[in-house]
């Protein structure tokens, strides 16, 4: 792909009983105070991972242990077509703390109407809605 490069992003879908950890982005970065999952790029060299473990200790303080994959997403903004890979994690060690964020929200899938996703994010919301029902 010419231009436009795929760039490999991870997030985390980490739960704590029968809610999900949100996290707002900063005003001033590209989508501004939009919702979505902690996580980032993949930097070369990096397992994705690894690459997870480290974005949730540099941008929530907190240790994780990464789980499967939930699921996969390609999504193209105007300035960037992103791999998004998301993977079940819960926290090791730490409590979340808005180090990078504007906010961070423990949310059940039934209140995630009420906030504003990264459009990337919408089918993984979806997936959640479908498959943790019960707390819907």
């Known amino acids: 792909m010419e231009g436009n490069d795929m760039v490999e992003v991870v997030a985390a879908l980490i739960w704590d009983r029968d809610r999900f950890l949100i996290c707002q982005r900063p005003a001033h ?24 473990a480290r974005e949730c200790m540099e941008e929530l303080g907190i240790e994780i242990a990464v789980g499967g994959v939930f699921m996969d997403v390609v999504h193209t903004y105007p300035d960037i077509t992103v791999h998004l890979t998301v ?3 819960r926290v090791a060690k730490g409590t979340p703390q808005r180090l990078e964020h504007n906010d961070i929200r423990w949310i059940t899938p039934a209140e995630i109407p009420q906030f504003a ?20």
């Open 29 to 52: 970065k590209a989508r501004p105070l939009l919702w979505e999952f902690v996580g980032g790029k993949v930097e070369p060299g990096e397992t994705k991972e690894e690459a997870l």
């Open 117 to 136: 996703f990264c459009p990337a994010d919408e089918e993984i919301l979806e997936k959640i809605k479908r498959e943790y029902s019960e707390y819907v």
């Open 87 to 89: 993977f079940h994690a």
